[in-house]
């Protein structure tokens, strides 16, 4: 099983790089391989896995822009079957030096070729844009999984993403498919999560994960210790939708 | 009084729109003339003041890459000193149409300038990047407040965006000051909202506005009714932060 993952959604803080972390590292801990790719300049999902902002000298951008090749790049985690390309603060310059490059939006696709074997599944955290580096990332993938808020905002550029996703699917990757929509930060007492969660799964119907995420601090605080979850505070109510996440990850993405 | 100001953080999800909308909606009802520029492809600012995604045909897009004048383009909201000028879908695209053009940084301020005398305040909200639309706004602006969440990711990428806004003001306008650090999202009874608050405070002092805003749920829904928080429930917690915010922006922005 090789699977390659985008996790994406234009909507800032959703709870993408969170849940690219908690999933990754959900999966690695169920004996999974699993490489994360940190397509995001900000490089949150590097600081929160326990590389600090500064500490890397190379990083996807080198592989993408540089003719690196991942295979050098992947840094083993707290996690012994979790391997991560960091994200470095160049990578903000590669959208723009990508623009005037042949086959511009297959740049990602091409350099994990030579690596894809060595992994059950690679994720990939993406920015929160529609740019190239997430165009790379949905063009190299197989599937999906897109974070979402219950909030009206969050609603109102899932029907882009999903235009998004169905132009890259025609013209670019017919490989790829939507995985499954999560709901993150739930708080179910509110009114507003739940008009909005109603109004997902009844539009997006069998694409909804029934995993939920709660807003839980813990969470929150884990990356300032560069830990994910599991490790941070497996206790928590916040680890423990995380790996009923990646069960129910698992069950979808190998019965397919 | 005529004042430029960029909303920005490449953070995503910190409030950047929110406080867009309603630091506008607050200064108008206080007698003030403003302009509203939604920078951002999502074009949240756009249906949170009451023009719905898709209603509108024509935006800052046709003003930055169109030849349009921004005079045609502002659209009054319900409070009668509040104009917007509204993004469409096309914006996603202004960005690499941007990258070969002359003064490619300079777009946004050039149109503006024969419309900023009839505003006390321009207010540009942004998307979150540092990309070409960000960077038209920061060349665009006398001053730029910076929303903020209490949180890690947010915490770690303020010191990027501080180095980025010291490079615009050094290469591209030298006008450029940061007018204020608001911290949205604020629930006090986490240690990391006061671990991460202290670390601001401290770091950026003098910087970082007394006024707060808290998380309250009146705020993410009013977006969904069109309209500012002051017009959805003026008695809610979320609405006399916003005006406090607009007693204090104005207290140093007329000081200054
Ligand atoms: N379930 C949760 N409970 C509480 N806090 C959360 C949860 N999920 C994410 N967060 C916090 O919310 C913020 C936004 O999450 P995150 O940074 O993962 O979103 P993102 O979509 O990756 O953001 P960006 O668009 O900037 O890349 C972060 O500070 C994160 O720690
Ligand atoms: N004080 C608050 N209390 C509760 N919810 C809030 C508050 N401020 C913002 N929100 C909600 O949090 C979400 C993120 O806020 P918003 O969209 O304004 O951030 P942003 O920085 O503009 O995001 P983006 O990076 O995508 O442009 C929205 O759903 C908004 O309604
Ligand atoms: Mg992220
Ligand atoms: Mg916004």
């Known amino acids: 099983m090789n699977k390659i993952i985008a996790i994406a959604n234009q909507k800032g803080g ?4 969170t849940t690219a972390i908690n999933l990754a590292a959900s999966l690695a801990q169920s004996g999974r391989r699993v490489l994360l790719v940190d397509m995001d300049p900000q490089g949150n999902a590097t600081s929160g896995l326990g590389f600090p902002r500064g500490s890397i000298t190379e990083g996807i951008y080198d592989a993408l822009c540089r003719g690196r090749s991942v295979r050098e790049l992947c840094q083993l985690t707290e996690l012994p079957t979790l391997w991560v ?8 310059g590669a959208e723009v030096e990508l623009v005037t490059v042949e086959r511009r939006e297959w740049r990602l696709a091409d350099i994990l070729v030579p690596v ?6 690679v994720i990939m955290d993406c920015p929160p844009s529609l740019g190239l580096l997430t165009l790379n990332a949905l063009t190299a993938a197989d599937a999906v999984v897109i974070p979402m808020q219950c909030e009206y905002f969050a609603l109102e550029g899932l029907s882009n993403l999903m235009a998004t996703i169905e132009q890259v699917h025609a013209s670019l990757n ?7 929509i999560l709901l993150t930060m739930v708080d179910s007492r509110t009114t507003l999560t739940q008009q909005v969660e109603g109004e997902v799964r009844s539009h997006f119907d069998g694409k909804v994960y029934a995993t939920t995420i709660p807003r ?3 969470i929150a605080e884990a990356p300032s210790h560069g830990q994910p ?3 941070y505070d497996a206790s928590s109510r916040g680890s423990q939708s995380y790996q009923a996440l990646a069960k129910e990850f698992l069950a979808r993405a190998e019965a397919a």
Chains 1, 2 share one sequence.
Do not use: W
Not at 116 to 121: G, H, I
């Open 174 to 180: 017919p490989r790829l498919v939507v995985e499954g």
């Open 85 to 92: 390309v960091p994200a470095t603060a160049d990578l903000a």
């Open 116 to 121: 894809v074997d060595r992994y059950d599944f």
């Open 229 to 231: 979850i599991l490790l």
């Open 14 to 17: 959703v709870g993408k790089t």
């Open 216 to 218: 839980n601090v813990r």
